[in-house]
């Protein structure tokens, strides 16, 4: 079973920064963990959820969506011994629309069209609001 759970959601003014934690585990994938890419998508109300951000487990490459360029940074920790990852999502000079809850989720993808999850809704964690709001 894989457990995904996000934090660092709240509330943040205009032109503010905050940092999201995915916290991965579990030890019955077919593959090591860190060897999945995980990703950062978000759907604001009344919208689509959207990818944010990737990030491979291979190599450590990764890939911001338009909408956030220059605005966000995505790293991660492997944690080979627990068989845990956690990727973290540094956004800064956050706008009102980027108010949305923010999912991680195991499995991501990447081209000129952007982010695309690659399992299924059980590799989803619950997600974490994040409000831009004066």
């Known amino acids: 079973q894989v457990q995904i759970v996000e934090s660092g959601g709240g509330l943040v003014q205009p032109g503010g920064s905050l940092r999201l934690s995915c916290a991965v585990s579990?030890?019955?994938?077919?593959?090591?963990?860190?060897?999945?890419?995980i990703g950062w998508f978000r759907q604001a109300p009344g919208k689509e959820r959207e990818g944010v951000s990737c990030?491979?487990?291979?190599?450590?490459?990764?890939?911001?969506?338009?909408s956030m360029a220059g605005r966000v940074r995505i790293s991660r920790y492997n944690d080979r011994d627990n068989a845990k990852n956690t990727v973290y999502l540094q956004m800064i000079n956050l706008k009102r629309e980027d108010t949305a809850v923010y999912y991680c989720?195991?499995?991501?993808?990447?081209?000129?069209?952007?982010?695309?999850?690659?399992?299924?809704?059980?590799?989803w964690g619950n997600g974490t609001l994040v409000t831009v709001s004066s």
């Open positions: 989720a195991l499995g991501c993808t990447w081209s000129n069209f952007g982010i695309t999850s690659e399992l299924g809704m059980d590799y």
């Open positions: 579990g030890r019955t994938l077919p593959y090591s963990l860190d060897l999945y890419a």
């Open positions: 990030i491979a487990g291979s190599d450590g490459s990764s890939f911001n969506a338009d």
